[in-house]
């Protein structure tokens, strides 16, 4: 599985892209930072976008993506997400207002996106991978994802604080190399993290105890720009062994 990290920030701020990873050069986790850093060419390459759900971080490289590449694909640009995602997509981003309903626009006989529907519990074919989603602890529906490739898996965080859920799921996997994971606020700021749905240094280290493999690479993503020396220091502090993702890694699993 090769991986290419094209966003890895809960912000936006020059240099750094929103949450998005490129795995395989076909399929986008959570549109971030697509057009930020793939030429068009390697924009029309991409088949299959996945969503862990639909904060506008997450979302919103999905409306410029379908813009730059209506015109040359040959098939529809297929949207995964649990339905309850979906359906807030469609309310809200491809509602003809703030963006076209581009599932209804025909430009060679097939429309424009087409939104696919994740099953709970089963594993869903996604263009080359397998995938597997678990529902998150964030304010709005947000699932984690479990993708498989041959011999590797690896585990995409989206969005959370505090679960079991997405652990669970995540150790039951005996091919699991890498977990993409999280950390959005130093500890200093806890309860807003809580707040706000999601993690710290210090809920970091006891969802790791969950995970439970030490062997596994822990990827930190989402940081909040503005306090990524602070992240950095309480993970450090906590002797989390982990690397911070720049936003522009490349991995094979
Ligand atoms: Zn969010
Ligand atoms: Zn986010």
Redesign the pocket.
């Known amino acids: 599985m090769d991986v290419r990290v094209l966003g890895s920030c ?1 912000s936006r701020v020059p240099g750094h892209q ?2 998005c990873l490129l795995v395989n050069g076909e399929v986008v986790v ?1 549109a971030g930072g697509i057009t930020a850093k793939l030429s068009v060419d390697e924009q029309a390459a991409i088949n299959h976008v996945l969503i ?2 639909a ?4 979302v919103y490289d999905l409306a410029f993506l379908a813009d730059n590449v209506m015109a040359s694909r040959t098939s529809p640009l297929s949207v995964w997400a649990p339905e309850e995602v979906l359906t807030v997509l469609k309310k809200n981003l491809f509602n003809d207002q703030i963006w076209p309903d581009l599932t209804q626009v025909n430009l060679a006989g097939f429309p424009v996106i087409e939104l696919c529907s994740l099953e709970e519990g089963v594993i869903n074919k996604v263009g080359p991978l397998e995938v597997c989603w678990a529902r998150t602890n ?1 304010p709005v529906f947000s699932a984690g994802y479990l993708l498989k490739h041959a011999a590797a898996a690896i585990l995409y965080s ?2 959370t604080t505090t679960t079991d859920e997405l652990w669970q799921m995540a150790k039951d996997e005996e091919k699991l190399q890498a977990v993409f994971v ?1 950390t ?1 606020f130093p500890d200093r700021l806890a309860s807003l993290a809580v707040e706000t749905g ?1 993690l710290t240094p210090s809920l970091l280290a006891s969802e790791l105890v969950k995970l439970d493999k030490s062997q596994v690479a822990v990827k930190i993503f ?1 940081m909040k720009p503005q306090y990524l020396q602070e992240i950095s220091s309480d993970l450090k502090a906590h002797r989390i062994s982990c690397q911070i993702l720049s936003g522009n890694e490349r991995f094979t699993f």
């Open positions: 809960g929103t949450s959570d862990s759900h904060h506008l971080d997450h964030h989206g969005d999280e959005s999601h989402h």
